[in-house]
């Protein structure tokens, strides 16, 4: 199986999980991109005549084009969907929503199927980039886990529903902060706090996204990390720059390799990205295993989902494809790949047990209502914030 290195994404009154308020993510760069880029098209595929509600192949087979993450999809699942449909999956990759967005915005066409984060999705549904999903074919709605249904960008599901999600947490390497004397981190303060994260100077590493490290200082600061105030921006600001002398590095890309290594002893990082950090120090007969914790004062959620683009050459087959998606064998295998969480209920009878153990990947109930997801920031406050960014990153 091939490795799932996922990139920074993700990050305006707050709601908790309970009510899902809704994944931010910059567009910015829409406008500056837009003017450039030029239109691109990929792989078109003759419309077929649609699945049935129970998954029946689509007559006529057909090409199914997808634009995703860079490997967000187990290939036995490809070969799944492309045999029981008689298709062919052609896949686009990207490596953030900003860039999925820009190269939309500037006219790129063909895609049938992306898969955004929650804040890509109110950002596409507002542009009038997606068609309504087809209900007809959609035998599996009933499916989704009570915690990721109604979402509140999309509450009736008529153009998303969930293809997975990660949590941002702590990893660190058990066995480096025994040595250390370092207690297991239980929140934010390991990260935030200069007078504890200094003790392990030039080990630790925090993603370079500015969503989500406003959003864990939001919650180290005791702020609703949907906060639109500017004044709630400096504050974060002064704590990151206060604690980033203590860090290594704002690493997206090999902070996961560089744990699995024992290089790195602690990061902010992604649930799934610590789980395969994990695996590969394992695999490599490491004397020490990385831990993921669930921060104390609460941590950010990035909801995946599946749209279809208003311009998808094959609607009908895109709908097929989302259905069989949320079959729960189907959801499980990015799961079992990745360390990613899934979203479908019978998706848990297919997750193997060291994947569906981990907390981190799959949280207790009982934390769940301590988990944001990010709503899209105001435009004033998307540019204080990337103000603020610039600074810290000087």
């Known amino acids: 199986m091939k490795p799932a290195p996922k990139p920074a994404r993700r990050a305006a009154a707050g709601m908790s999980i309970a009510a899902m308020s809704i994944t931010g993510m910059s567009i910015l760069a829409l406008l500056l991109v837009a003017a450039c880029q030029k239109q691109e098209s990929a792989q078109g595929g003759a419309a077929t005549a649609g699945a049935s509600a129970q998954n029946a192949p689509a007559a006529g087979g057909g090409t199914l084009n997808l634009y995703n993450w860079n490997d967000y999809i187990d290939d036995q699942t490809v070969k799944r969907f492309e045999q029981q449909f008689n298709a062919k999956v052609v896949q686009t990759f990207y490596s953030d929503n900003d860039e999925m967005l820009a190269k939309l915005a500037a006219g790129a066409t063909g895609y049938d199927v992306v898969v955004p984060t929650g804040n890509a999705v109110e950002a596409m549904i507002r542009r009038g980039d997606l068609q309504p999903l087809d209900h007809a074919v959609l035998s599996n709605i009933g499916n989704i886990r009570p915690q990721f249904a109604s979402l509140p960008y999309d509450p009736q599901h008529q153009y998303a529903v969930p293809y997975a999600y990660t949590v941002t947490v702590i990893g660190y390497n058990d066995a480096a902060l025994r040595k250390a004397s370092f207690p297991p981190p239980t929140g934010w303060e390991a990260i935030f706090d200069p007078a504890i994260a200094c003790k392990l100077k030039g080990r630790i590493t925090v993603l370079d996204s500015p969503d989500e490290i406003f959003a864990a200082a939001f919650y180290y600061l005791g702020i609703d990390p949907n906060t639109t105030s500017a004044d709630d921006y400096k504050k974060a600001a002064a704590t990151i720059t206060k604690a980033k002398s203590c860090w290594a590095a704002f690493n997206s890309a090999s902070y996961s390799k560089e744990m699995a290594a024992g290089n790195i002893w602690m990061a902010l990082g992604y649930s799934n990205d610590f789980f395969l950090g994990n695996r ?78 981990n907390q981190a990947v799959f949280p207790p109930e009982d934390r769940m209502s301590s988990f944001h997801v990010l709503r899209l920031l105001p435009p004033e406050i998307r540019q204080e914030r990337s103000r603020l960014w610039t600074e810290i990153k000087l």
């Open 280 to 357: 590969d120090a394992q695999a490599a007969k490491q004397d020490f295993h990385i831990v993921s914790v669930l921060p104390q004062q609460g941590a950010t959620l990035a909801v995946d989902n599946m749209v279809i683009l208003k311009s998808a050459p094959n609607p009908k087959l895109a709908n097929a494809f989302v259905n069989f998606m949320m079959d729960g064998r189907n959801s499980a295998d990015l799961s079992n790949l990745i360390g990613s969480g899934a979203a479908y209920k019978t998706a848990l009878d297919f997750i193997k047990p060291e994947v569906k153990s």
